[in-house]
DNA sequence: TAACTATATTAGAATATTCTAATATAATTA
DNA sequence: TAATTATATTAGAATATTCTAATATAGTTA
């Protein structure tokens, strides 16, 4: 594999690889498309603060947004993108199972 | 979700997201096991550049190594790691197809 | 046990990320 | 058109990441 493939890979991770941008991408999942307001509202924080996710988020082609008016609502342009969280969940499990095993008492 | 979960999953992100520690996972999807001295070798770094990244990906628990006299094995701990990647790469193709579109001639 | 080999750790400089606070922009409505 | 609303951008401080160079540790062999 090539060095752009490595590059490649490892900012799209990065950009997924906070917790303020999988809270972000959570509520997306749930709802398919907010608005800004939406988004700092329910996760309680600013409103620049969440601007600046959302604009790691549009740069690395993990979310689409579009002018309603006022607003702009964002939804998450490929499903892939949960199904990639959903994994690193499940290896979490895992992981999280086996070390418990070596603390049985 | 918790935050607890928040935090871990962008834990986890984090350590794949770096061009350095996904070329090594990609070697030890091909090689199973390998010591820190094949891999510095192979992709042409300093041994404490690899070590460090050996032990970021080692601290969130997506390799494990063990003794063999001087050396150190490291191998990837569960096997979901590689289809995470698979899956980015995926996702990153995707994207660039759809990309593309937009720029027929 | 001294020298050697493989790996790990540390210090510190360079760079990148993240947040807050302030300000700018763009669309809407009075 | 002025005020309002929603979002984006910027500056800059705080923190985190990454690399190199030097050194430490641990196991092996002469």
């Given at each position: 594999?090539?060095?752009?493939?490595?590059?490649?890979?490892?900012?799209?991770?990065?950009?997924?690889a906070?917790?303020?941008?999988?809270?972000?991408?959570?509520?997306?999942?749930?709802e398919?498309?907010?608005?800004?307001?939406?988004?700092?509202?329910?996760?309680?924080?600013?409103?620049?603060?969440?601007?600046?996710?959302?604009?790691?988020?549009?740069?690395?082609?993990i979310?689409?947004?579009?002018?309603?008016?006022?607003?702009?609502?964002?939804?998450?342009?490929?499903?892939?993108?949960?199904?990639?969280?959903?994994?690193?969940?499940?290896?979490?499990?895992?992981?999280?199972?086996?070390?418990?095993?070596?603390?049985?008492?």
């Amino acid at each position: 594999m090539s060095n752009l493939y490595f590059n490649l890979t490892s900012s799209f991770l990065k950009a997924l690889a906070h917790p303020t941008r999988l809270k972000i991408i959570e509520r997306l999942e749930q709802e398919d498309e907010l608005c800004v307001c939406h988004i700092y509202e329910d996760l309680d924080l600013e409103q620049s603060n969440v601007s600046q996710h959302l604009k790691v988020l549009r740069n690395q082609g993990i979310l689409v947004s579009r002018k309603d008016g006022l607003k702009v609502m964002y939804s998450v342009r490929h499903k892939e993108v949960f199904k990639i969280i959903d994994l690193v969940k499940a290896a979490l499990y895992n992981q999280l199972k086996e070390d418990q095993k070596h603390f049985r008492p």
